[in-house]
């Protein structure tokens, strides 16, 4: 049996790039955020049937996986598997002021061994991700799925799906509204597609 898993990053949001909207109550898609989901609505349409479609909790990939939902007549299920780090005390502080916080610092070079403060590890978080993918596979899973969740959470599962390091993460980009496609099998996994997105 062969699951093949589309990991969506949400459309973008008014604070993309400039704050660490983390688990932040509030994160509604931008006018950029909803164009980005409206083509990927598009672009699944035209795919073989989606079995089904799992996002993180938060509003921003909620937004991002009802429009597709609503556009290919499937219901998108919320899974707390795929929600965002926990980035503890750094939600919500800008990038600027990240960048002068040796630890933050810290945390981008070995994010294999370092916690945020109060927060999450990305071992952690990655765990949680794959768990939830693995156990579908498990089950005998054997279709389409869409997973709508976030930068970090989507590099870490493809890192551990490829044997990536974890410190490896910041090697490829994974930006809003893009697709990246792996097959996943009792046999291991290939990556198909990575950071795709709009022409």
């Given amino acids: 049996m062969t699951a093949k898993v589309h990991l969506i990053r949400h459309g973008a949001h008014d604070d993309v790039g400039q704050v660490l909207s983390g688990r932040s109550a509030r994160s509604p898609l ?5 164009a980005q989901a409206q083509w990927l609505a598009t672009h699944f349409a035209r795919e073989s049937p989606i079995a089904a479609i799992h996002c993180s909790p938060r509003e921003r990939t909620r937004a991002t996986a009802e429009i597709i939902g609503g556009r290919i007549g499937v219901r998108a299920q919320v899974v707390e598997a795929l929600d965002e780090v926990d980035f503890g005390a750094w939600t919500g502080r800008s990038f600027d002021e990240l960048e002068r916080d040796a630890e933050w610092r810290e945390w981008n070079r070995q994010r294999s ?4 403060p109060n927060g999450e590890k990305m071992a952690e978080a990655t765990e949680r991700a794959v768990g939830h993918l693995d156990a579908l596979v498990d089950r005998g899973w054997n279709g389409t799925l869409l997973c709508v969740s976030h930068c ?6 493809i890192a551990h799906y490829l044997g990536l ?5 910041l090697a490829f980009d994974v930006d809003p509204g893009s697709v990246s496609t792996l097959l996943i099998g009792n046999w291991g996994a290939r990556l198909l597609k990575l950071n795709g997105g709009q022409e």
Avoid: C, Y
């Fill in 30 to 34: 931008s006018a950029a955020g909803h």
């Fill in 113 to 116: 061994a370092v916690r945020p």
């Fill in 165 to 169: 390091g974890l410190d490896r993460l």
């Fill in 152 to 157: 970090d959470i989507i590099r870490g599962v």
